[in-house]
């Protein structure tokens, strides 16, 4: 059947199974949005291409499913750089599609033109200028094959304008589909490993039932995997209790006994402790990444390691393995469970040696340093922590919260109990202020049932906030919490403990911008908290509201710091706890 190079390519996506796309028009990409028109696909016209991408990050976070985003060339491609480098940090499926000039100008400085591909080759796990109109139905296919298979990535697609317009001769095509050996085998040098090395998973089996104080360190890797229910059958088997880390909140269950919560630079005690007293950990999914590791060469020196990844170029980047094994974590776990189970004779508790005293230590741990704040009474600023709690406890359980980057991410994943897998959206890897707006609003059109909370900070919010008048024009009804002290709160941290309290450049005012009237003008509902007996009431009125995006805006106590907290370029047994607490007397 003819066609041309935009219908093509809007066909393609349909048959990808897209049902949303973010994005805005431009000249170089506008022939392709002609046929949006007439598709059933849903197309949510953002404010900047920047919470494009970030808004199909969300989306992804939220429905394990890949985002979409559609720019136009020049500018556009370079405002969607942010969200596909964070994207390629946190391994999220996404497809991004930028307009380009005509092919006979690439090169000559056309108008809005840039070297998309050369500028996003290291920000994406593929990325391609597609030349001729008939190459687009098998590229589109590609790109979602290894977006979605293997270790999960951002893929881009760039397409010239003279391709996809049907007026030029060049966008004539007849319609096809690529069968699925046909993408296979166009791409032959792409064959993800899925299963485990049989002899490997022995070897770790056998180290499983002979450590004496194990962890298992779990990464983002489970929740891409979809193994949280593998995850749990591992654990509950073997007794071994599990660390989450800042990625994969909510792979295992807060309230389960065998939790230990999040490990890092602001993990809780027990967590970090546990890791780096460890003689055995078991790494699933995750990279030994530095706020993890805090120094690597001190970083669990008594620990031998299981290292399982999708991504062989994971295994020994940062601590070389024992027993590494590269496959899908859902796989390899359940390989795993099968050979603990058959090495021990299906009585895995006796086939074990005896860990009461590990148990008893972790529980004392968990006793004696538990996360604190002073509680806010009247007449106080607020505590940040007790938002939280309160934002927590008056949320349900399968809520899904988004947050920004600083003291309110950390705070957030500290307080917040993550019991279901994928309610925890937020940029790990890159660390991106404005994350968190664009993000809950991707998580909310990817599930409309739930209940989204982005919690942000003043100067987060400040940089992607355009983007509730999306959500306002969309019917998108997220909720925000803006905890505003005021300043730039994580920098303003660090300058308070390491720079001698010289605090530069890191004021914003609590009250410029006036946030309620900020809101209100993008067509939110809005309040400001600024005591205590407010916070509940004004969250359960923001509850309430289901037609419309609200945001709330508690004024914070500036003061209040993080902790636990293990000095940047320090060892993890150099982890500085709340000055309430007694210091720790060393690691057992």
Not at 166 to 183: F, H, Q
Not at 401 to 430: C, E, I, K
Not at 480 to 505: C, H, K, P, T
């Amino acid at each position: 059947m003819p066609t041309n190079g935009g219908s093509a390519l809007i066909r393609a996506l349909e048959l990808e199974g897209v049902e949303v796309i973010f994005g805005l028009p431009g000249g170089a990409i506008l022939p392709v949005y002609d046929p949006i028109i007439d598709s059933p696909i849903r197309h949510i016209l953002v404010r900047h291409e920047q919470g494009a991408g970030h808004m199909a990050e969300g989306f992804a976070h939220a429905t394990g499913r890949p985002g979409v985003a559609m720019v136009t060339s020049g500018p556009a491609a370079t405002n969607i750089v942010t969200p596909l480098c964070d994207a390629y940090m946190d391994s999220v499926p996404m497809v991004v599609i930028t307009g380009q000039v005509p092919t006979p100008a690439i090169g000559t400085d056309a108008f809005q033109e840039c070297d998309t591909v050369g500028i996003t080759r290291s920000v994406t796990k593929h990325n391609e200028l597609v030349t001729r109109a008939e190459d687009i139905p098998l590229v589109i296919r590609q790109a979602f094959h290894i977006a979605t298979t293997g270790r999960p990535g951002p893929v881009l697609v760039d397409i010239p304008k003279d391709i996809v317009d049907p007026v030029n001769p060049r966008s004539a095509l007849e319609w096809y589909w690529p069968t699925d050996d046909e993408v296979a085998s166009s791409l032959p040098g792409y064959r993800p490993t899925t299963a485990g090395q049989a002899d490997q998973v022995r070897a770790a089996a056998e180290l499983i039932l002979s450590a004496r104080k194990p962890v298992i360190y779990a990464g983002g890797g489970i929740l891409k995997a979809r193994a949280a229910a593998a995850l749990r059958e591992l654990a509950e088997l073997t007794g071994i209790h599990v660390v989450t880390t800042l990625m994969a909140r909510g792979g295992f269950p807060d309230d389960h006994p065998l939790c230990l919560g999040m490990p890092g630079m602001h993990g809780n005690y027990t967590a970090v402790t546990a890791m780096q007293s460890a003689d055995l950990l078991i790494a699933l999914g995750s990279r030994f990444d530095d706020r993890v590791t805090g120094k690597v060469d001190a970083f669990a020196p008594e620990a031998r390691i299981i290292h399982v990844d999708v991504d062989p170029a994971e295994i020994g980047k940062v601590r070389r393995p024992d027993v590494p094994i590269v496959g899908d974590c859902r796989v390899v776990i359940e390989e795993l469970v099968t050979a603990v189970r058959d090495l021990s004779g299906g009585d895995v508790a006796a086939a074990q040696p005896d860990r009461t005293e590990w148990r008893s230590t972790i529980s004392g741990w968990q006793e004696r340093y538990p996360l604190v704040y002073e509680q806010s009474t009247e007449g106080d600023l607020l505590k940040p922590q007790y938002v939280l709690e309160q934002l927590r406890d008056r949320a349900p359980e399968d809520c899904i919260v988004a947050s920004g980057v600083g003291q309110h991410q950390m705070w957030t994943s500290q307080y917040w109990r993550f019991n279901h897998p994928y309610t925890w959206v937020n940029s790990g890897g890159l660390g991106t202020m404005g994350f968190s707006v664009p993000a809950a609003i991707g998580a909310k059109v990817g599930r409309p049932d739930r209940m989204v909370w982005a919690v942000d900070g003043d100067g987060c919010f400040q940089m992607t906030a355009q983007e509730l008048v999306t959500a306002a024009t969309e019917r998108i009804p997220v909720k925000v919490a803006i905890l505003n002290n005021a300043y730039l709160g994580m920098v303003r941290q660090w300058q308070e403990m390491f720079y001698d309290e010289r605090y530069s450049e890191v004021y914003l005012s609590p009250d410029l911008p006036d946030y309620v009237k900020w809101s209100e003008a993008m067509g939110c509902v809005a309040m400001r908290v600024e005591s205590p007996e407010e916070v509940g009431p004004a969250i359960d009125k923001a509850n309430e509201i289901d037609d419309r995006p609200v945001v709330l805006e508690f004024r914070t106590d500036s003061s209040e710091k993080v902790f636990p907290m293990v000095p940047a370029g320090r060892s993890n047994s150099d982890i500085v706890v709340d000055p309430s607490q007694p210091p720790p007397g060393g690691l057992r």
